[in-house]
């Protein structure tokens, strides 16, 4: 079977965006500016109903993305922040063992048999992330953050979830989503995902944007900025990717600068501006030693 | 299947569809793993984001068929093979001949100049097409046997416009005297390769228009680059290389971690869990997993630094230089018929990994009397030289193509390292169909050590990851 994650009685798509000019506007609307790539792949993860994989450095968007995507959606964030040792009791649901003792004790006089069937009902279950999305009957943006930290067995856990939208509860029995939750999974690369999670997904890489681009969003992030500034802050962190640096400045840290460069006042980039304000945007001694000698300031 | 790949086709022009599978099938020869179901997915993209906007078109298929951004240089050259940008363009402009090549060339130039200037995305796609036809074919009338974008560039001459970019760039009213135009140079320097890049497109499009493009993606593309095989790789290449030292360093870093961590949880001292169950009357109450020696790996390298081999070497260097925290200690031997520690070049090496090579040919003594590389010298020295570098926790990673130059391989030096470290493992850069042909010894340390073929950095990474102990 070639298109898995399409069967079943869902609906495939989730429906939240009619065109691809549609979701660069709208995403565009939350103050997140969509390269064309991105509002493409945002579009076809909508239109296929397949989860997202998204990857790229750190402070390029990533998760922002989900988090516009869930605001002009109008649909709820259901976020799944993975960490090492995240398993299935935080991803997807475990028991309220403290309930189930308290009814247990509640109910001194019933049989055993009844007991049971009432302490592994709905009353006691706790959802997750995983399981709340898959329930939830509003619309939803799943979004799994960083899931390169979480452990192998918890890939295998997303691919059962992401392939069928469903979950299976053996007190229960299979829940199966109603309403397709759109999925967004970002990772760092710090750990090769498995192949088979690839698969399942769309893959997008936000990498830095293009200059025209990046000066729009630092021009919308710090309103106050005067353009030609911004110019110039953007061709700087431009040059500075171009280095051979232990961690290349981010978006994040473009608007950081700027918002650093207005907040000192300054109303061009000199020589000694940039000197001053280079530990903003690079965060190793080595790196902004290098930077120095490169951009051709006096010792820093 | 199910009704979709009919769908597709029915929807999709049919050439689309056509083009779909060709393209699928030149990334699966360049070693993309890509399941029928992902071209399913790529054809209902296609459909869904429409035929008009090739950049689009190339988003879509990126997402369906690419699993991680290493294969993004590959597929990007073979699209532009299947979906080529120039597409619905109402006419090609056709070879200017009979004129004077060389007044073309000064005309292509004086445009070209303009549109670096002003960073004109399309006027620069049109000049590439206009240049590779006007400039870069090559057979008895232009153009009948074929497009050659070195011919093309060696004419055109692209990086000596800088002065003039600059020049219109100032004069252009852009007049902006501060910090940020030291800058400009570097800028115009980067337009400038990336109008090169777009030559070479265009120039590979068109062969492919007259070749087949299904030949021409196979051969002309090259691989990703940890695929590239180190003896072949050329300068740009490994300068590419060089730079996935760290992402791969990191990847392989928490690959050796998780590793450590699984192992750590050890497994149950029956012994000591018994003894403890004495306080508890025979109840094992609590069992006492046993404990593992902390200790990380003292690593090795035996680096052989000549001519082809260099390459491979310094890869593994930066490589191994970058994972430094994962073991206990690393010391690096580089040599060619003489052993030399250069554990702290390589120290340094993180700053110029370009210039690692030559510091090492200049500052340590890896030659004598002649520069070719003798195995059995090397090998022997170093045994006699360092033999305190070598210990039972010590793992030796001998890194050449055993090719002695007709010299006495000297085995026993071999045997001797092997006898008094943990393990030693020989990573050879040919492939095993060439080992022991000509001058190569591999097979006679093949019998003493565990020899491997390591050709690139994807199976680099994978042996490192493997063959380290825990």
Known sequence: MGNRGNSGGTAVTTGYFSSVDDVASRLAGTGYLASPAVATTVFLADRLGKPLLVEGPAGVGKTELAKAVAEVAGARLVRLQCYEGVDEARALYEWNHAKQLLRITAGRDESWDETRTDIFGEEFLLSRP??????????????????????????GLLLEVLSDFQVTVPELGTITATRRPFVVLTSNASRELSEALRRRCLFLHIGFPEEDLERRIVRSKVPGIDEALAASVVRVVGAL??????????????????????????????????????????????????????LGLEAV | MTAAPQEVAATAPREVTARLTGLVGALRAHGLGIGTGETVDAGLALEAVGFDDPERMR????????????????????????????????????????????????????????????????????????????????GASPGSDGWSSHRTLSRLRPETLLARVRALREGGGAAEPEFADR???????RRIEDFRERVRTEARRRVAERQGRDRVARRAVAATPDRVDFLLAGRAQLDELRRTVRPLARRLATRLAARRRRAARGEIDLRRTLRRSLSTGGVPVRPVLRRRRPGRPELVLLCDVSGSVAGFAQFTMLLVRALHDQFGRVRVFAFVNRVDEVTGLVARGGADPAGLGERILAEATVTGWHGQSDYGTALGEFAERYADALGPRTVVFVLGDARTNHSDPNPAALKRIADRARRVYWLNPEQPALWSTGDSAAHAYAELVDMRPCRNAR???ELIGRLLPV
């Open chain 2, 183 to 189: 800058l400009t140079d570097d800028e115009i320097r």
């Open chain 2, 59 to 138: 988003a879509a298929l990126a997402a369906t068929l690419l699993h991680g951004e290493a294969q993004r240089r590959v597929f990007d050259r073979v699209f532009d093979l299947y979906f080529p940008p120039s597409e619905g363009r109402p006419q090609e402009p056709g070879p200017r001949t009979g004129e004077d090549p060389a007044a073309d060339a000064a005309r292509l130039r004086d445009r070209l100049a303009a549109a670096l200037a002003g960073g004109d995305d399309a006027a620069l796609n049109l000049l590439a097409r206009e240049a590779v036809g006007g400039l870069g074919g090559y």
């Open chain 1, 130 to 155: 995983l399981l709340t999305a898959i329930r939830s009957e509003e619309p939803t943006v799943l979004l799994v953050d960083e899931t390169d930290k979480a452990d192998v067995e918890v890939e």
């Open chain 2, 459 to 461: 199976q680099l990474a």
């Open chain 1, 241 to 294: 990717r171009a280095m051979d640096l232990r961690k290349a400045p981010s978006v994040a840290e473009t608007v950081d600068w700027a918002r650093t460069l207005l907040a000192l006042g300054a109303d061009t980039l000199s020589e000694a501006v940039v000197r001053d304000s280079l530990g903003v945007i690079l965060k190793h001694r080595e790196d902004i030693l290098t930077a120095a000698a490169e």
